[in-house]
Structures are given as C-alpha cells and as structure tokens.
C-alpha cells in the first residue's frame, strides 16, 4: 500500500471565474502527488459560491478514477454549509460546520422583526 501523500491547497478565492484554472491545478497536483489518498487543503478559501462544490466534486471523480480516495481538510464554515445545503457534504466528505444555539432550550425569545399592528 503506498503513503498518504502530499496534501494540496486551494486558493483564496473559488468562484465561478477562478473554477476552471483551480481545477486544471488540482488535476496536475494530482498527477504529480503520490499515494491512495489525495488530501486537499481548504483552510485558504475566503472567496466562494457554488461553483467551489462543483470543483470538489469533479476532484472526486478524478480521484475515483485514479482509484484514490478524496480527503477534505479543514474546510470553512462556508464551505461546510454549501455542501449540506446541496446535500453533497456526505460525498465530499465535507463536515457541517458546528452551530452555537442563539439561546438555551425553554428560554422565551423577543422576536427581532418588529410587530407593526394593522390599523383599521
């Protein structure tokens, strides 16, 4: 069995401009990085849309095909919540994001849109 490999990075900014470019790195990164797992760093990305989830999901199949297994590191929170908005963070091996709650369970909330009453 071969090592893990190298790990790559994305850039700062994955949009629908930057997709093509990142993806053709990503393409010759794999080429060039050896092992039965090809990890991606995901802790640069400050910039994205949908199109970041496109991108990982075409590295998946890229992997799959080179019979290497995909692994996503540390993703952003908005990455995470993308990919299980899209129901794809369970192919990406994305995980969602943690969530604090905004108030304890039972505790009464003042609502934060105002009730304007409708005069007659």
Do not use: F
Not at 73 to 84: E, F, I, K, T
């Amino acid at each position: 069995m071969a090592g893990n490999g190298a790990m790559t990075s994305l850039p700062a900014s994955l949009t629908l401009k930057d997709a093509p470019a990142v993806l053709e790195s990503l393409r010759q990164s794999l080429a060039a990085e050896g092992g039965d797992v090809w990890r991606i760093d995901a802790a640069p990305v400050t910039q994205l849309d949908t199109s970041a989830l496109a991108v990982l999901l075409e590295c998946s199949r890229i992997a799959a095909a080179a019979k290497r297994k995909l692994e996503i590191v540390n993703a952003p929170a908005r990455m995470s919540d993308l990919a299980h908005l899209y129901g794809v963070d369970g192919l990406l091996g994305v995980a969602v994001a943690p969530t604090e709650p905004t108030h304890a369970i039972g505790e009464s909330v003042v609502p934060t849109t105002p009730v304007i009453p409708i005069l007659r």
